[in-house]
Nanobody
């Protein structure tokens, strides 16, 4: 499985961005897909995840109500809509994939074997 993340950029606080993650996997709908982020000097942390077979989602407390993860199985693409961005959202955002049983959502970083290359999001104050 190859993942390609895109959509990052430099924005001001309060702006929105939409990240995309396209996959080459042939059974895209069997995956749990997630976004993680890593800020300078910090560990990579969970942001959001979605079960592509059931549509269920999970979010980190820090982004609930601000970020929305969604998937398009026909396009083999997962999105992360980020609204009301804050300077503390500045990080490299990575998408990840794990093949899982139906409707399972994986939030544990260690359980994701497939990773995209990351896309930089910078939020200025």
């Amino acid at each position: 499985v190859q993942l390609q993340a895109s959509g990052g950029g430099l924005v001001q606080a309060g702006d929105s961005l939409r990240l995309s993650c396209s996959s080459s996997g042939r059974t895209f709908s069997r995956y749990s897909m997630a976004w993680f982020r890593q800020a300078p000097g910090k560990e990579r942390e969970f942001v959001a995840a979605i079960s592509l077979s059931g549509g269920k989602t999970r979010y980190a407390d820090s982004v609930k109500g601000l970020f929305t993860i969604s998937g398009d199985n026909a396009k083999n693409t997962v999105y992360l809509q980020m609204d009301s961005l804050k300077p503390e959202d500045t990080a490299i955002y990575y998408c990840a994939a794990a093949e899982v049983p139906s409707a399972v959502i994986v939030t544990n970083i260690a359980l994701y074997p497939y990773w995209g290359q990351g896309t930089q999001v910078t939020v200025s104050s």
